[in-house]
């Protein structure tokens, strides 16, 4: 086990709120990830971090945004909710660093919004 | 960036019988070709990967296949049984940055 946890693991809210998940790390991997999984789309790249303070646009990435303030912890935002951002969310950790490796993914994080 | 299709998105095979899943890429550096397993309710996981160097790679009943001219992969799976239900996804990397396909339901029948 890779030590990556999500939290919530679930969450119902309204349209036009704030949210944010939470990605959690113990094994100072440098780089996270944040894909949302929709059926019939697959996995798709929403950001991603390479260190503390440094991120980057995924395919996926309007309406989010995301920070990553300790090597630990890489959080998601969605400003204001809406219903096409219904869906899984997963994080997920390269476990070689800058070398393409294996992804690590955590448990999801299931977002309903209403 | 990257465009990874894969087919079938949906598959049924008898148990004991051979499936196969084939996935194209676009970008020719792409040099990092995994699978990922996910059982309903559950977080993708690594089943085996290749890289670009690589033409075949078995581990038991799975192996992967690449054709780095045609820029196309194949998961197979032999002798299959009902735990290998599930969905199948694979992926191209052109290094820190990993595009999926769209997932192939299998469904083993017994």
């Known amino acids: 086990d890779a030590g990556i946890t999500q939290s919530p693991r679930h969450k119902v809210t309204e349209t036009g709120t704030p949210v944010t998940l939470r990605c959690h790390q113990t094994?100072?991997?440098?780089?996270m990830y944040w894909y949302r999984q929709d059926p019939g789309h697959g996995l798709r790249l929403i950001h991603y971090s390479y260190g503390v303070k440094d991120t980057d646009k995924g395919e996926v990435s309007d309406g989010y945004s995301v920070s990553r303030s300790k090597t630990e912890d890489f959080l998601l935002t969605l400003e204001s909710a809406t219903s096409s951002q219904t869906s899984v969310y997963f994080c997920?950790?390269?476990?070689?660093?800058?070398?393409?490796?294996?992804?690590?993914f955590g448990e999801g994080s299931r977002l309903t919004v209403l | 960036g990257e465009n990874v299709e894969q087919h079938p998105s949906t598959l049924s095979v008898q148990e004991g019988d051979s499936a196969v899943i084939k996935c194209t890429y676009s970008d020719s550096a792409s040099n990092y070709f995994p699978w990922y397993k996910q059982e309903l309710g559950k977080r993708p996981q690594l089943i085996i990967d290749i890289r670009s160097n690589v033409g075949e790679k078995k581990d038991q009943r799975i192996a992967v296949t690449l054709n780095k001219t045609a820029k196309h992969f194949s998961l197979h799976i032999t002798e299959t049984q009902p735990e290998d239900s599930a969905v199948y996804f694979c992926a191209a990397s052109t290094g820190n940055q990993f595009y999926f396909g769209t997932g192939t339901s299998l469904t083993v029948i017994p």
């Open positions: 997920a950790i390269n476990q070689q660093g800058a070398v393409t490796g294996e992804l690590f």
């Open positions: 094994e100072n991997h440098r780089y």
